[in-house]
Structure formats: structure tokens, C-alpha cells
């Protein structure tokens, strides 16, 4: 079940695989960990460890009966503590800009009802200017669906688009703090509670 | 363990309290009276705040709590916004004069608003269609802001959690 998971997920992207060997269920492994032995606990080493829903725990958890997208957001929350991976924006010197987009008014309802989607994307939009990639890692939606939010939105006037490259770049490399996790993580099991899942 | 706040606020009648039973887990405490204004359709009314709570897997709460909606209990939605999690306006479209409504409670939390993320749900649109939700988020542009507006049946847990993922969504942007 878990290879799967991770072979489907499209948030995951391939960048964890199964490694079958160890005293313990399964050992995930992250791309960016060259070498790995399942009897040495690396400072990189997370336990996650399986719970049947409502008992009491702290830490990282799989909770019974399993869901997918609990351990697709557990398996992200760790990668982003444990690598930090800054926000793709191009240098100066680069060909092409990444624009970032904030809303300028709250969009009308015949755009929101275009696809259920869209009022989330609206959502996050809403709270400072995101680019394109910033939208699909948030939504978990795919980028063309994106890119055409962004495309309606732009076409009613309702964005403002800023370059903002230096900036956004020089934020996004800084490692995710102590409350950043908390807050991640909080999200993350607020959205199970309410039986929310990322697309 | 941790405790995370999460307001409701809006104008009396507007369904702060039924928002929170739609989605407490424990029963909803309540601090309700018979209501003796005649210019509300409703047999009582909260004069204190409501509390609910949601309990998170690994022991963590949500604190749901409902303020009074009475103007004259302003300095409540200030204090309990204060280092929330998330602030929902709830607005009565029926009552005579919804924007301005809502302009009362963004100003009751204006400091508030800069840091904490917030929606707005509108209720009874199906019979008072007027103003629009396009006509809310147009006066909100008019005074500076970019808030998520949408139509709620706080009755049904699904528009109560909708408006919860609202500000989930903006939380996340926020990190």
C-alpha cells in the first residue's frame, strides 16, 4: 500500500521510495539521502509511527485506519523540514521572470463557480502574492488548472502581478522555523479532523 | 498539548452559535437568554460566548468560541481574536443594511485583521439575495480589503467547514 502511495502521488513527485530491509514495517527513504542503513538512527532519521485514530500521541503518526493523504502531508511536512528547498526564481540573468500575483478584489462568483477549486486557489491568493509554483505546492492542484485561474483572473482585471524575484528569493531560501512546522503540522491534522484532503 | 483558537463573530441571528454545533465535538456550551429585543426573529439570544472544540489527532485542541454579537459587547471580539488561529464574520443578509454590518466588525478588529486570517460567510442569500456576494467583496475592495466572501447554511457542517478551509488556505500562504 505505501509503495504505492508513493509511486502515485503526484505531490510526492518519486522523491521517496520503499526500502524494504529493517526491524521496523516499512523504511521510506527520501532522494536526497544517498546512503542509508536501517540500523543507524541519522539525524535525519524520522520515526513514524502508527496509531489507531484518537489515541493519544506525539510526534509523527500513521493513523488507523489508514488514508493516503495523511502521509502524503506527513511525508512533505518532514521533507520540508529536513530540506528546505528554495522557491525556483530565476536570476537575473535568466531568460524568463516569475511573476507573483496578489488579488485586488475578492473574484466574482461566475469565476469562483467555474470549478470548486478555484475558491480555495482565490484563498490563497488573498494573503500576499504567490507565483504559479507557490499556488500548485499549496493546492496540490495541477498547473494548468492553475494557470487558467490565473488566466481568468487576469482577464477581468482583477490581479496585480509583480516581478519581485530579488526579494522572494532571498525569503524563500531560509530553512522553515520551529513555529513554521507547528503551524504546518497543525494544519495538517486539522485538515484530517475535518476529513479534508489536498487534491 | 496545544490550544489553537478559532472566533466566530457577526451580527446577532447571523448563526454564530449553530456554526459552532454544526461542527463541536463536545456539546456546545452556551450562554443564551431569552432574547427581548423585538426587532430580532429569534427566542434567545447569547450574551456571553459560545465554546466548542474539535480535538486534533495527536491531543491538540481547537477552541471554537462564538462572541456575543450586541455592539455593545465589542471589546469581547477584540479579546478573543486576539491570537487566534482564525476569525469567521458571519453576516444576516435579511437584516436592513448587511454592509454596513459588516463594516461594524471589521472595524471592531481592524488591528487584528492584518495577522490573522479571516472569512466572511453570508447567510440567508437564498431568500435576501441583495446585496450579492460580488457586492461585499466589491465594498470590501472600496476599504482596503482582500477577504474571502462567500454564501453559508451554517446549519450544514460542509459550508461551516468550508469557510474553516478559507482560512486554512490563507494560514498556509501566510508561512
Known sequence: MIRTILRTSSRLDNRWVLAEQGECDAILVYDGEKSFSPFVLKTTTELILIRRRGDHHDGHVFLKPFRAEELIDTLLNIEAALHPRPVHVQTAGSSTSVNFYRLKKWPPADILHKHKAYMLLAGYLSRGAKNLQDLVTFSGQAEDLCREFLQALDERNLLHVDSGRVTRAASSTIPASKIQDEKKSFLSLLRSKLGLSKK | ?175
Request: charged share 25%; proline share 6%.
Open chain 2, 1 to 175: 498539548m496545544k490550544e489553537f483558537k478559532l472566533v466566530f463573530t457577526g451580527t446577532t441571528g447571523a448563526g454564530k452559535t449553530t456554526a459552532i454545533n454544526a461542527i463541536s465535538e463536545i456539546p456546545a456550551v452556551k450562554t443564551d437568554v431569552v432574547n427581548t429585543d423585538v426587532t430580532l426573529n429569534k427566542e434567545f439570544t447569547t450574551v456571553g460566548l459560545d465554546f466548542g472544540q474539535l480535538n486534533l489527532a495527536n491531543g491538540d485542541r481547537v477552541r471554537l468560541f462564538g462572541t456575543p454579537g450586541q455592539i455593545r459587547f465589542d471589546f469581547m471580539w477584540r479579546i478573543l481574536t486576539r491570537d487566534a488561529f482564525g476569525l469567521i464574520i458571519l453576516i444576516d443578509n435579511s437584516r436592513p443594511d448587511p454592509l454596513s454590518d459588516l463594516k461594524l466588525y471589521l472595524d471592531g478588529v481592524v488591528k487584528e485583521l492584518s495577522e490573522t486570517p479571516c472569512v466572511i460567510g453570508v447567510g440567508r442569500t437564498e431568500l435576501h439575495p441583495v446585496p450579492s456576494i460580488d457586492d461585499f467583496a466589491t465594498a470590501l475592495e472600496k476599504i482596503g480589503y482582500v477577504i474571502p466572501v462567500v454564501p453559508v447554511d451554517v446549519r450544514q457542517p460542509t459550508d461551516v467547514i468550508l469557510l474553516i478551509e478559507l482560512l486554512m488556505a490563507q494560514a498556509e500562504a501566510d508561512l
